[in-house]
């Protein structure tokens, strides 16, 4: 699916892939292999550059920290105890990694830019997805990237609705499946 947006519509498109690299068909992240490859892929890292077994731990810390940002995207107002499918660590060892992987304001671009500031390759390359998740903010495109509410699923899209209220992955798939969920109860309760 093509974000198109003005604001850094491939940087976008890129951090849904990576968030997407989990499904239902195996981890797409599996082997420090599977990692360069998708690094490379997506032009993130010299093809002379390889990731090791360390690598790989921190770049499914950065996807799994960057799915529960997407899935905070689209919380509902107020549910108790609210359902969540996440990795409850996955917050905490994001804010470990994103202290380990320090980008500076580069201003002799313009408009100025965060930039990584690690010599180390794949550090570069997580970093400089920290970089446009800073950059999807100040765009102001940030809330419109969400992790489908449905817990057992939580795969990342780009919410292209005018009224940013997209909630499911696919209203096929997702959205049925809780219509599907809340009608038995209704039954039951009766
Ligand atoms: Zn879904």
């Keep these: 699916m093509d974000i198109g947006t003005a604001a850094g519509p491939v940087a976008l498109q890129r951090i849904v892939d990576y968030v997407n690299t989990r499904g239902a068909d ?20 010299p093809v002379c550059a390889q990731a090791g077994t360390a690598d790989r731990e921190r770049a499914v ?3 799994e920290g960057l799915r529960a940002l997407l899935a ?14 996440l990795d409850p660590t996955a917050r905490t060892q994001l804010a470990t990694l994103t202290a380990e ?3 500076h304001l580069d201003v002799t671009s313009v408009p100025p830019r965060l930039v990584p500031q690690s010599r180390e390759p794949v550090d570069y390359a997580l970093a400089t997805m920290l970089a446009d998740v800073a950059t999807a ?18 795969w990342a899209f780009y919410d292209h609705s005018r009224n ?5 992955c696919s209203m096929n798939v997702c959205g049925n499946r809780v219509k ?3 009608s038995q109860r209704r039954r039951t309760a009766r």
């Design 101 to 103: 992987l320090p980008l």
């Design 137 to 154: 903010v100040a765009a102001g495109s940030w809330p419109r990237l969400k992790a489908c509410r449905e817990p057992s699923c939580r």
């Design 164 to 168: 940013h209220g997209r909630t499911w």
């Design 61 to 63: 810390w950065l996807r």
């Design 26 to 45: 195996g981890d797409g992240l599996g082997t420090p292999e599977q990692v360069t490859s998708w690094l490379h892929t997506h032009d993130l890292l």
């Design 180 to 182: 599907v969920r809340a």
């Design 72 to 85: 905070e995207n689209n919380a509902e107002p107020v549910t108790s105890p609210r359902p969540d499918g």
